[in-house]
């Protein structure tokens, strides 16, 4: 019964609240009407006439202002003068034009006499400016004519003064009657404002007098709805305190206590997720540490863009989160890839699946590692050679001991100088290989550099010159290139290098050796390309293994040794070569400015 009286004077007073508003809303609606009216006729009417009876005004002013300067300078009127005059009057015909063609609109949207009665004298007005437009325009023309003559000078001047005088006292009427049609206007809608004003005022006091009881009889009977609003308010920013307290067995009552279970049961909720996210915050920060701290590079991958990595692989592959994977490694398939290629270095690089669109690309640098055991691999077996070496060095210097003794013996008894210049060759030829020896001796025990005075160039020249029959029954032709003048260097080292790899070239097979000798950062460049069958990737690959050879009769150790000892004494040996297209063999040295 209670519930049906609040619904019936809820209902009660939105009725009449209505009723009341409607008549507010329906009287208002004709006058502002009327208002609208009044307004249309000055913004579609007298404000564009107005525009342009501002514009006439400030257009006549500097017209007078000019005719001033006319009457007080004498002479003929100078061009500029001439230029604002038709100026001036381009600029008002214009304006007329326009404000005829507003005032003709203004008429045909308005049906009140009285304002087309206004708009009639305004068009008048209009006319007669333009007849002292046309006016004044003939009286300046005519005092050109006569300006340079002093008799008629002054009464061509007095007429287009009186011209002029014209046509101000017209665009001042015109902007008066603008004036006092806008203010007439004006008062007549704001007189209509205020009665509007007035009744819908009372009318709208009333519709809100009932709207205010409509709204007390809500707010009593819904005052709960209010403790429950901000409790929820409150819930949704992370207090899980509140509670509601309502005694009654209606709705409102139902609601608070499903809130307050509801409540109770987020609470639990939100204390069980922040224990479980400590626990994972902790986790994570420790799994973060460990993979900042591997050596080892890691990504992880999601649709194919990175959304992890360590610091590890931003400084091996310059990989960064919201980039792009590195496309060598974009590449790899699930599983293991070693000695990956990138940027000059090996890796070997895991590839493990994450979801379905998901990887983890963890890789490790092997660069080093791999070439610690290429080196390691190469100087066990060049151990093993040097072993040899030794052994079969030291059985060949007794020999040559020998031969060097007996030919020189040999050479006190003979006279003549041909025979002597031969056996001096010998000589210097067994005191050479008696050099050698003592090297590959000094080469199975390691060898320091032993810096000398020497012209590469030059030395090379050298090599050639002893080998040049042997290049000329081959047919071999060699161009030299390059000079660096005189640098300490090992020289030693040099000459068996350049002289081994000559005579490889020539046993290859070579029609042409090209020696280039230049500096690169302080070190010797010194490049032997030939034009010989080259070699397979492979092949290239192996070049300065010991004991592998392409060469039927070839034991495999002049580049071993070669490299060795370039090695040694602070140097390199790189080899480049592709089938068909034969071989280039550089060389790099320390060396010294004299």
């Known amino acids: 019964m209670a519930a049906a009286s609040i619904r019936g004077r809820i209902l009660g007073a939105f009725g009449l609240s209505v009723a009341t508003s409607g008549g507010a809303l329906l009287y208002s609606l004709v006058q502002l009407r009327g208002i609208g009216q009044g307004l249309a006729v000055l913004d579609d009417g007298y404000l564009p006439i107005a525009r342009v009876s501002a514009e006439l005004g400030a257009l006549a002013r500097q017209m007078d202002q000019d005719h001033e300067r006319i009457a007080r300078e004498e002479g003929q009127p100078s061009p500029g003068q001439r230029v604002n005059a038709a100026f001036y009057s381009a600029s008002l015909a214009e304006a007329l034009r326009v404000g005829r063609a507003r005032v003709e609109a203004a008429q045909s949207a308005v049906q009140d006499e009285n304002e087309l009665a206004a708009f009639a004298l305004i068009i008048g007005l209009l006319e007669r400016i333009d007849r002292h437009r046309e ?84 707010l009593f009977t819904l005052r709960p709805i209010g403790r429950l609003t901000e409790e929820a308010q409150r819930l949704g920013k992370g207090d899980y305190t509140g509670r509601v307290e309502v005694r009654t067995d209606d709705e409102v009552g139902l609601l608070a206590r499903e809130f307050n279970a509801m409540a109770a049961a987020v609470s639990e909720r939100d204390r069980r997720l922040q224990e479980r996210a400590r626990a994972l915050d902790a986790l994570t920060l420790q799994l973060r540490r460990v993979v900042d ?65 998901g990887s ?25 050679v040097g072993q040899m070496l030794a052994q079969i060095t030291h059985e060949v210097r007794n020999p040559l001991n020998a031969m060097s003794l007996h030919a020189e013996l040999l050479a006190e008894d003979i006279e003549d100088p041909e025979h002597r210049a031969i056996l001096a060759t010998i000589t210097a030829q067994i005191r050479r290989l008696e050099g050698l020896t003592a090297r590959y ?104 293994e010991p004991f592998f050879t392409t060469k039927a009769r070839g034991t495999g150790l002049g580049l071993a040794i070669s490299r060795q000892e370039v090695e040694d004494v602070g140097g390199s040996l790189r080899c480049e070569s592709r089938p068909g297209k034969g071989s280039i063999f550089s060389v790099r040295l320390p060396m010294q400015a004299c």
């Open 360 to 384: 983890l690309i963890v890789g490790e640098d092997v660069t080093a590692r791999n070439r610690d055991q290429e080196r390691l691999a190469r100087s066990e077996r060049l151990a093993m």
């Open 135 to 218: 006016s004044y325009d003939e009286a300046f023309l005519g005092w050109q004519t006569v300006a340079a003559d002093p008799d008629q000078a002054p009464l061509a001047l007095a007429a287009l003064e009186a011209r002029r005088t014209a046509l101000l006292l017209d665009v001042g009427r015109l902007s008066d009657l603008v004036e006092a049609r806008m203010q007439r206007v004006s008062a007549r809608t704001s007189r209509a404002q205020v009665r509007a004003f007035t009744v819908s005022g009372a009318l709208a006091l009333l519709a809100t007098l009932l709207s205010g009881g409509l709204a007390a009889v809500a």
């Open 293 to 357: 701290s591997i050596h080892a590079g890691l990504i992880l991958t999601e649709g194919g863009a990175p959304v992890m990595v360590n610091p590890a692989a931003i400084a091996l592959w310059g990989a960064e989160v919201e980039g792009r994977v590195p496309r060598a490694l974009a590449a790899l398939g699930p599983g293991r890839t070693e000695a990956l290629t990138m940027a000059g270095r090996l890796f070997d690089v895991d590839v493990v699946p994450l979801g379905a669109e």
């Open 441 to 544: 001796l000094e080469l199975s025990r390691g060898r320091r550099p032993e810096l000398s005075p020497a012209n590469p160039a030059e030395l090379a020249r050298e090599i050639v010159r002893l080998e040049e029959e042997a290049l000329r029954r081959a047919g071999v032709r060699v161009e030299l290139s390059g000079e660096v003048g005189l640098v300490e260097l090992d020289a030693e080292a040099l000459r068996r290098t350049l002289h081994n790899l000559l005579r490889n070239a020539v046993e290859a097979g070579a029609h042409l050796v090209r020696v280039r000798i230049g500096e690169e950062g302080g070190q010797l460049r010194v490049e032997m390309e030939d034009d010989g069958p080259g070699m397979a990737p492979e092949e290239a690959a192996r070049a300065f």
